[in-house]
Nanobody
Framework: QVQLVESGGGLVTVPGGSLRLSCAAS????????MAWFRQAPGKGREFVAF????????VHSDSVKGRFTISKDNAKNTLYLQMDSLKPDDTGVYSC???????????????????WGQGTQVTVSS
């Protein structure tokens, strides 16, 4: 049974603060999967944040987070990370990790590319 469990969310009361999200995977070998972070703000649809290659290293970040957020993965620990710096109120939302064994690079920023999802962790940035 595949499980993705996110952690590390919380409340940041001063804009410009940082959080580090983790996504622990079980039932899969993360080195076989492209993995990603998506987020959903209140009243909005799910938005792509970043994805990373099966072996780690190569990654793509959305324009809205580029230069502030960094996706990484530790395949030895079967864990995906999202380092979030310079947080803004617009970054508020539920952050979910996703995994796909079959996703192709050109489609990996779309929700439809992923068949495994975590339940999400809430990130709130308040001024």
């Amino acid at each position: 049974q595949v499980q993705l469990v996110e952690s590390g969310g919380g409340l940041v009361t001063v804009p410009g603060g940082s959080l580090r999200l983790s996504c622990a995977a079980s039932g899969i070998r993360s080195s076989d999967y492209i993995m990603a972070w998506f987020r959903q703000a209140p009243g909005k649809g799910r938005e792509f944040v970043a994805f990373i290659a099966r072996r780690g290293g190569n990654a793509v970040h959305s324009d809205s987070v580029k230069g502030r957020f960094t996706i990484s993965k530790d395949n030895a620990k079967n864990t995906l990370y999202l380092q979030m710096d310079s947080l803004k109120p617009d970054d508020t939302g539920v952050y979910s990790c996703a995994a796909s064994r079959t996703a192709i690079w050109s489609a990996a920023s779309t929700e439809q590319a992923y068949n495994y999802w975590g339940q999400g962790t809430q990130v709130t940035v308040s001024s």
